[in-house]
């Protein structure tokens, strides 16, 4: 069974195009949370959810606008997408907050190009 | 210049060697988190620590709060060990943000 997983793996599209990601996690955690990898391979957070409560958000352009319809699910949905998107988006849920009480498990990413 | 920086950037070793990974951070912090990404970019978390010392099998995580510094060791390294480590912390005030260093990245040759 896997613990958290994204839909899609591999996304591409086109500029100023919609899309989402979603995620889900089937430990029970409280809470979940969503990272961007660059082509450098540096990790940053963008949002984190607590209980579906945002917690976290990281000075990311209101285009990214994350939505919590349960404690499992984190999905990210993305307006008018740019070339700088282009990236590994990962997805990570957490048994407690805050983290530093607990470890986190990472979903397998999804690779979004935007052409 | 990051907040957290690992060194080194890239290591190669051979089977069996003794592999030692450093981060260095600039922050107060809460938290220290090792964690592994795989070739095929999958992200496992390794350790988190606050103090001391933990042990997992062949991987030991260090930390020193004082100085500002954790070690990642791994003993008796194999080639699947080979991978990217990344070492992040948790900002002190703000105890649900993780701030990531840039990754060592570990080739293990048999």
């Known amino acids: 069974d896997t613990a958290v997983s994204q839909t899609p793996k591999y996304l591409v599209t086109q500029m100023g195009n919609d899309k989402s990601i979603k995620c889900e996690q089937n430990?029970?955690?409280?809470?979940m949370y969503w990272y961007k990898q660059d082509s450098k391979k540096f990790l940053k957070i963008m949002f984190s959810y607590n209980n579906k409560e945002l917690i976290i958000n990281e000075t990311v352009p209101n285009r990214f606008s994350p939505k919590s319809p349960d404690k499992a699910h984190l999905n990210l949905h993305i307006n008018s997408l740019e070339l700088g998107d282009s990236a590994v988006y990962f997805c990570?849920?957490?048994?407690?907050?805050?983290?530093?009480?607990?470890?986190?498990?990472f979903g397998p990413g999804t690779r979004l190009t935007v052409l | 210049k990051n907040e957290v920086e690992q060194s080194p950037q890239n290591l190669t070793a051979q089977e069996g060697e003794f592999i030692t990974i450093n981060c260095s951070y600039s922050?107060?912090?809460?938290?220290l988190h090792w964690l592994q990404q795989h070739p095929g970019g999958g992200i496992v978390s390794l350790f988190m620590l606050s103090s001391g010392k933990k042990k997992h099998g062949r991987l030991i995580a260090t930390i020193n709060i004082q100085e500002k510094h954790s070690s990642l060791h791994i003993t008796a390294s194999h080639p699947r060990d080979s991978a990217v480590y990344i070492c992040?912390?948790?900002?002190?005030?703000?105890?649900?943000?993780?701030?990531f260093g840039t990754g060592t990245r570990l080739q293990v040759f048999p």
């Open positions: 992040a912390v948790g900002l002190q005030y703000n105890t649900d943000k993780l701030i």
């Open positions: 430990l029970g955690h409280d809470t």
């Open positions: 922050v107060g912090i809460s938290a």
């Open positions: 990570a849920s957490s048994q407690v907050w805050p983290l530093l009480l607990d470890t986190q498990y």
